[in-house]
């Protein structure tokens, strides 16, 4: 019996050794989890329901089948995929996760989310993130043609990519506070996350009490997964298939 926890694959078709390797993760290692949770960024920018192209749908199968062989999906939605709407999970099978969402793994509880909201002192992202979540731009984004909803995009990727090349590993990574506000505030003492593409397990002490923050790893150059028991946990690997 174990859960396992991906984020941050960036799946793109630019990068067919990812997808290979998510492929691979779904069909030979999913199906013996009691649950698959995935905390964001599952795309490298998801631009809406309505992607008609094959490797949307490539992608989409994969959760479909994964679903259909009783194994739960659950998504949390990051940075670059927080377009993926009821439409998806609708066609995938998936649940979609709140913000911040507090799970039982095993008699453990612990939330789980994305992180982004974690690096509280990156301002400029925290804006941004506010503006794009907006039910009614995310309203008229969505009722763009597709053509046009891509251009919008690239030009958004290439704004981000050069304001993140200005930033510091500080500002970019979480606020410790932040992180036992949040822990505090679902009365937990494990979290999950992903974003900032450092995989870890902190061990954090507080009045005398010890609570856990794990993060997980992007994918790209390799799968990182982390596999969730009764009997403990573990971040792990996946190689590129050749």
């Known amino acids: 019996m174990h859960t396992l926890f991906i984020s941050d694959l960036h799946l793109t078709p630019k990068r067919p050794d990812i997808t290979d390797c998510f492929i691979a993760f779904m069909r030979d290692d999913a199906t013996n989890a009691d649950a698959l949770y995935v905390l964001g960024d599952l ?5 809406g329901d309505d992607d008609p192209t094959e490797f949307a749908q490539q992608i989409k199968n994969e959760f479909k089948t994964l679903v259909n062989q009783g194994v739960p999906v659950f ?11 009821k439409k998806f999970a609708k066609q995938t099978g998936v649940t979609l ?3 911040e969402h507090v799970i039982d793994l095993y008699g453990n509880k612990a939330v789980v989310l994305h992180g982004d909201t974690l690096c509280t002192e990156d301002l400029r992202y925290l804006a941004f993130r506010e503006k794009v979540h907006k039910p009614w ?5 969505n009722r763009l043609p597709f053509f046009i909803k891509t251009r919008i995009v690239r030009k958004i990727q290439t704004d ?6 200005n930033k510091s ?11 036992l506000a949040v822990m505090n505030k679902h009365q937990v003492d494990t979290m999950i996350h992903g974003h900032t593409h450092r995989p870890n397990i902190h061990k954090i002490s507080t009045a005398g009490h010890e609570k856990t923050r794990i993060v997980l790893g992007d994918w790209y150059t390799q799968g990182s997964i982390l596999v969730y028991s009764k009997h403990g946990y573990q971040l792990q690997c996946k190689k590129f298939i050749s």
């Open 160 to 165: 981000t990519s050069n304001d993140k090349s």
């Open 137 to 141: 731009l995310q309203w008229v984004f």
């Open 97 to 99: 996760l709140d913000e």
């Open 43 to 47: 795309f490298d920018f998801w631009i």
């Open 75 to 85: 998504f949390s939605h990051g940075n670059r995929d927080f377009l993926v709407g």
């Open 169 to 179: 590993m500080t500002i970019m990574d979480v606020t410790p506070s932040e992180v």
